[in-house]
């Protein structure tokens, strides 16, 4: 009896480690692992796999950031475009996403049928989507050229991506398209979290719609919307794949369009210079630190009441 | 006298009032309508047009897509497209499917397999380091992926896992760790203690516990991570174009981007590929869609 009870005493407190084992091994092995060599590596010579790691310091870096010819000037395009690109992209999906999840909190019949039809784009691959975009732009026989001629405001087709000097603002626009049902889903679920009452008691006291979204809806929405705008920013500052797809149209790359998660890649994976791709990925992280501290000081208080 | 007139005519004065009011409320109210409907309708659309679009192209002809006029409909529909994709070897559609599933396929049993128990443990235990823990898991997702994916590549190298499935499938087994041990724990706190409490009184061990009594209740909640996880894993491009470099083990997210690369003006045959991956990703979302959005809902607005 005395044993057995030794037993579970001892299982219960092993019990926990046992069970969270792989998990943990897993970490160690396929996630802190590979983050802490990789700014390992952004310090050492290394540019392909077959190369000896050999220490140079902050080499890399000071090569990235001075002077203004090869790699530094594509790094401070990309350093330009990334901010641009997530600001803008961001902004456009809080203002879209927040119009679509007022509209869809209203209760009106068949409301769920609108709101399957923002999960339809949610559901699919973004390679496909990105795919689709580019046909759209397609200078030949794209709609979108064909309807802005049609309609005079362009005088001619034009190309609009994948040239070396292309702009990013096409891209921008299929990443708003790409990421405001998603936002719309999360404001959504923060609307819906918003006491009735509230509303009723305003109706009430004759507040008119636009004082009621600015003295109720907002200022209980405070904590959603802080919370979803953080994490689109940590997302789409690090997002590749419509940049590469939609911007490259396959090999080629123009670094016009590129942000620095694109130069990092280009960098260590094209141009087989993996130390310098990570001191750009090591440099990109560290401008978003503010927000990641930030969000990690928040997700802490999450884990403390767990 | 005067008292019992009054109650008698207040209604007879306020009817023809409420009326009219109730005339205008029911306009309003249908006007209110109309507007939503309207809104919704641009949303839908806004939404949902390239998706039209892509199924459009895939069936249309060349000739008609090269015309000078866009049409909406396809004017000539024909299932030429499907058919060239399906026997193109440049496409190689069966291999990079069969690819496709099975590592999202093992990589999703992977990584519930790990995950399920890790959140189990994370629900119903107190032990030391489950704050590290907990916060090492949040913190993972704000690690730029390119950066990972530097010391991923070194790593893979060293262990002979580049251009292998192995390769991605661990990969995206760790990748989803957070989103599953987060999700799965959330299904385990749902489940009252009580219930597995009574089976260990019955003689059931924890395990036994967890495997016989626990693990069936939380079974749909398993089914709706792994769900999201196989169509993650069904989707993924970055990875796989690093990780991957021989054609005959690509998988579909890359081999469709590859395909046009060959293909570069006929779209048409792009698009019936684009339709083709993306029909099982849909419905797979869509079995699982009411979960998955309640889920990552909780998830991500905690």
């Not at chain 2, 491009?237 to 469709?256: D, G, H, R, Y």
Request: hydrophobic residues 55%; glycine residues 8%.
């Amino acid at each position: 009896m005395r044993v057995a009870l030794n037993y579970n005493r001892l299982n219960k407190r092993a019990l926990p480690y046992l069970l969270l084992i792989p998990v943990i091994v897993f970490l160690l092995m396929f996630s802190l692992y590979p983050f802490l060599s990789g700014i390992g590596y952004s310090f050492t010579s290394i540019g392909w796999i077959a190369d000896k790691a050999k220490w140079v310091g902050l080499a890399n870096y000071r090569l990235i950031t001075t002077g203004n010819v090869g790699i530094a000037r594509f790094f401070k395009l990309g350093f330009v475009q990334s901010i641009e690109w997530t600001v803008l992209v961001v902004t456009g999906q809080l203002i879209a996403g927040m119009a679509v999840a007022l509209l869809l909190n209203e209760k009106f019949p068949g409301r769920f049928l609108f709101r399957t039809a923002i999960l339809v784009p949610i559901a699919m691959p973004t390679v496909i989507l990105a795919l689709t975009w580019q046909w759209m732009y397609d200078p030949f026989y794209g709609l979108i050229n064909f309807y802005l001629v049609k309609a005079g405001i362009l005088q001619h087709p034009i190309i609009w991506v994948g040239q070396p000097n292309s702009s990013i603002w096409p891209l921008i626009v299929v990443a708003i398209w790409r990421g405001f049902p998603f936002m719309s889903l999360m404001l959504l679920s923060g609307l819906q979290s918003i006491p009735q009452e509230l509303y009723e008691a305003a109706k009430v006291d004759g507040a008119s719609m636009l004082d009621r979204f600015r003295h109720i809806t907002l200022p209980q929405m405070r904590t959603t919307i802080t919370i979803t705008i953080i994490l689109h920013i940590l997302w789409w500052w690090n997002h590749f794949d419509i940049i590469m797809i939609v911007g490259t149209g396959g090999t080629q790359f123009g670094y016009g369009s590129a942000t620095l998660p694109l130069v990092a890649w280009f960098e260590a994976f094209r141009w087989n210079h993996l130390a310098r791709g990570a001191a750009i990925s090591v440099i990109s992280m560290l401008l978003l630190g503010g927000l990641i501290i930030w969000n990690a000081r928040r997700e802490l208080k999450a884990v403390n009441e767990m | 006298m005067a008292t019992l007139v009054r109650p008698q005519s207040k209604p007879q004065i306020e009817r023809p009032v409420r009326s009219w009011l109730s005339v205008r409320r029911y306009l309003r109210r249908g006007a209110r309508l109309v507007i939503l409907y309207l809104l919704a309708a641009l949303v839908a659309i806004i939404c949902l047009f390239p998706i039209m679009w892509m199924v459009k192209t895939s069936f249309e002809t060349a000739q008609s897509m090269r015309s000078s006029q866009v049409q909406f409909w396809p004017l000539e529909p024909t299932l030429k497209n499907y058919l060239s994709v399906l026997s193109n070897p440049n496409a190689a559609i069966g291999r990079s499917t069969l690819n496709s599933i099975i590592v999202a396929s093992f990589s999703t049993l992977l990584n519930i397999a790990i995950t399920t128990t890790a959140g189990y443990a994370l629900s119903r235990f107190e032990f030391k380091g489950k704050v590290v823990f907990g916060m090492y898991l949040l913190l993972v997702y704000m690690i730029p992926r390119t950066l990972m994916l530097i010391g991923m590549f070194m790593m893979l190298a060293a262990l002979h896992l580049l251009n292998n499935w192995m390769g991605l499938i661990l990969t995206y087994a760790a990748g989803g760790i957070p989103l599953s041990v987060w999700w799965l724990k959330g299904y385990f706190d749902s489940i009252p203690v009580e219930i597995e409490e009574e089976a260990m009184v019955d003689g059931c061990g924890r395990l036994g516990a967890l495997w016989r009594v626990i693990m069936p209740l939380a079974l749909p909640g398993v089914i709706t991570v792994g769900i999201f996880q196989f169509v993650e894993g069904w989707n993924e491009f970055m990875m796989a174009l690093t990780i991957i470099q021989s054609p005959k083990l690509q998988v579909l997210p890359v081999q469709i981007v590859n395909f046009m690369g060959f293909q570069r003006v006929e779209w048409g045959p792009v698009m019936a590929f684009s339709v083709i991956v993306a029909i099982p990703a849909i419905i797979l979302f869509a079995i699982a869609q009411r979960g998955i959005v309640s889920g990552l809902m909780s998830g991500f607005t905690k």
